[in-house]
Nanobody, 124 residues
């Protein structure tokens, strides 16, 4: 599975961005998908995840109510709509695929495939 993120950039505080992650392969609809982020000098942290059938979504408390994860299995794409952005949202954002769909995972080492990341910078 190859994952390619896009949509990052520079935005002012309060603004919005929409990240996309396109997956290769025919089995995208069988994976849970997640978004993580990593700021300089910090560990990679969970942002949001969506079940393989888009039936359930889960968010980190820091983004709840501002970010929305969604997916289009016909397009092999997962999205992260980010609204009301804050300077503390500045990070490299990664999408990841979780082949085991029997649970809900929040840790990076529970995901099997990763994209290369896309930079999001929020200015104050």
């Amino acid at each position: 599975v190859q994952l390619v993120e896009s949509g990052g950039g520079l935005v002012q505080a309060g603004g919005s961005l929409r990240l996309s992650c396109v997956a290769s392969g025919r089995t995208f609809s069988r994976y849970d998908m997640g978004w993580f982020r990593q700021a300089p000098g910090k560990e990679r942290e969970f942002v949001a995840t969506i079940k393989w059938n888009a039936g359930s979504t889960y968010y980190a408390d820091s983004v709840k109510g501002r970010f929305t994860i969604s997916r289009d299995n016909a397009k092999n794409t997962v999205y992260l709509q980010m609204n009301s952005l804050k300077p503390e949202d500045t990070a490299v954002y990664y999408c990841a695929a979780d082949l085991y769909v029997g649970g809900t995972h929040y840790l990076p080492n529970q995901y099997d495939y990763w994209g290369q990341g896309t930079q999001v910078t929020v200015s104050s």
